[in-house]
């Protein structure tokens, strides 16, 4: 965005509508600290939906009623800077109904600060694995609904927005939920701009390990196709209810690919499905899901889909080339193993690592919450409760 980031201060900054956030029709605007100030009741710790490595996200409401999330960034080093510059550039860009869009930023000298609509229903994160998953409020349509929509916003992000754009860090915790349940993508700060004609580029790593393609979490090479690694990895998560890398008896890690890989072969479907759902879903989909989800997770990145075949072949459109096809499990080198900490401890969220400069990897959760995800259960209020949001989980399901 570069000089466009305008100072923020308790001085009133006029209003930069330029945009409109997510498929909304609102515009986005420069907030003053002032605002976001008052808005967040002093960025209180009631107020707090999440923290990690990148700082903390806080519920507000302005002035006009608007329900909002801030996040609010801990440290402005290098890296930090370039992040939330890589953010709003990127949200200034995206137009798509499930997207995150921009609702306004704040830049002062010392501070850093991104505004989001509050989404009701948090992250898929947790309902799968956070507070939320012992209510079991994701039924198998409300799980379709989920990964479809978080498909159509992948594909518009490949193939319709110029230049392109690659999330690169596709996974539970930053896919948010609204009221009716409609997913939205978020979290921009890791997305790489694809000039036209790139196929691929070489990059430093950034992202989650579970999630990340192996060629990417190997060498560095990053293209739409490690998003489409990322999203096979989380099809089958909200499929059956597992997290990416868990942690077996005795320390040993397994990848959610190792576990499903024997139960295809033998064409065990049913017992792939999330037993929350207690049997209450459609088998045909279910085969069909899990297909495409091991189409996405090939080792070779040629072998996998598009977002846009993704798509076609979710919505029925399409038949998988390969229909009970063997799902290639990777192994992740040691030493990035070592680094997951998200088993460690089962109310945690997936750790982010980030291959900074070096040849060296090291832990970084700067990722870990995405944009407002889940917090351990005994440190995180209810919502509903705390901010009186008719438009919760209980009043959707009543």
Same mark, same amino acid.
Request: hydrophobic share 35%; with cysteine; charged share 25%.
């Given at each position: 965005?570069?000089?466009?980031?305008?100072?923020?201060?308790?001085?009133?900054?006029?209003?930069?509508? =330029?945009?409109?956030?997510?498929?909304?029709?609102?515009?986005?605007? *420069?907030?003053?600290?002032?605002?976001?100030?008052?808005?967040?009741?002093?960025? =209180?710790?009631?107020?707090?939906?999440?923290?990690?490595?990148?700082?903390?996200?806080?519920?507000?409401?302005?002035?006009?009623?608007?329900?909002?999330?801030?996040?609010?960034?801990?440290?402005?080093?290098?890296?930090?800077?370039?992040?939330?510059?890589?953010?709003?550039?990127?949200?200034?860009?995206?137009?798509?109904?499930?997207?995150?869009?921009?609702?306004?930023y704040c830049v002062g000298t010392d501070q850093r600060l991104i505004v989001y609509d509050y989404m009701p229903n948090l992250s898929l994160l947790s309902h799968l694995h956070g507070q939320f998953a012992p209510d079991v409020h994701l039924d198998w349509k409300r799980r379709m609904k989920i990964v479809l929509g978080s498909a159509e916003g992948l594909l518009y992000l490949h193939h319709e927005v110029t230049p392109h754009i690659i999330h690169r860090d596709i996974k539970a915790s930053n896919v948010l939920l609204d009221s009716d349940f409609e997913?939205?993508?978020?979290?921009?700060?890791?997305?790489?701009?694809?000039?036209?004609?790139? =196929?691929?580029?070489?990059?430093?790593?950034?992202?989650?390990?579970?999630?990340?393609?192996?060629?990417?979490?190997?060498?560095?090479?990053?293209?739409?196709?490690?998003?489409?690694?990322?999203?096979?990895?989380?099809?089958?998560?909200?499929?059956?209810?597992?997290?990416?890398?868990?942690?077996?008896?005795?320390?040993?890690?397994?990848? *959610?690919?190792?576990?499903?890989?024997?139960?295809?072969?033998?064409?065990?479907?049913?017992?792939?499905?999330?037993?929350?759902?207690?049997?209450?879903?459609?088998?045909?989909?279910?085969?069909?899901?899990?297909n495409v989800a091991a189409l996405c997770v090939q080792n070779e990145p040629e072998k996998r889909p598009n977002m846009k075949e993704v798509v076609g072949l979710l919505k029925g459109q399409d038949r998988p080339t390969m229909m009970g096809t063997r799902m290639e499990s990777i192994k992740y080198k040691d030493e990035l193993m070592v680094m997951d900490q998200n088993s460690d401890n089962d109310d945690d969220d997936q750790d982010g690592i980030d291959d900074d400069n070096d040849e060296s990897r090291h832990h970084d959760d700067s990722g870990a919450y995405g944009v407002f995800g889940a917090m351990e259960a005994p440190k995180m209020r209810d919502p509903y409760k705390r901010f009186g949001n008719a438009r919760g989980i209980n009043a959707k399901l009543t």
């Open positions: 965005m570069g000089s466009s980031l305008s100072c923020c201060s308790s001085e009133k900054v006029d209003q930069g509508y =330029s945009g409109t956030a997510g498929g909304g029709n609102h515009p986005w605007r *420069i907030f003053t600290y002032k605002e976001l100030h008052a808005a967040t009741n002093g960025f =209180s710790e009631d107020n707090k939906l999440g923290e990690g490595g990148f700082g903390s996200v806080f519920w507000g409401k302005t002035t006009d009623g608007l329900q909002i999330a801030v996040k609010k960034l801990k440290a402005m080093n290098s890296k930090a800077e370039m992040e939330f510059a890589v953010e709003v550039e990127v949200l200034g860009r995206v137009r798509h109904k499930n997207l995150l869009g921009l609702r306004g997913p939205l993508v978020a979290d921009f700060g890791f997305a790489k701009l694809i000039p036209e004609g790139v =196929s691929h580029m070489t990059t430093r790593v950034k992202g989650t390990l579970g999630y990340l393609a192996p060629e990417y979490a190997m060498w560095g090479k990053v293209s739409e196709s490690c998003d489409v690694y990322s999203f096979g990895i989380l099809l089958l998560e909200v499929v059956t209810g597992r997290k990416p890398i868990e942690k077996l008896p005795g320390g040993v890690k397994r990848t *959610i690919t190792e576990w499903a890989e024997p139960l295809i072969l033998k064409g065990r479907f049913r017992d792939l499905a999330d037993p929350k759902l207690r049997g209450n879903f459609d088998e045909n989909q279910l085969k069909m899901t899990i």
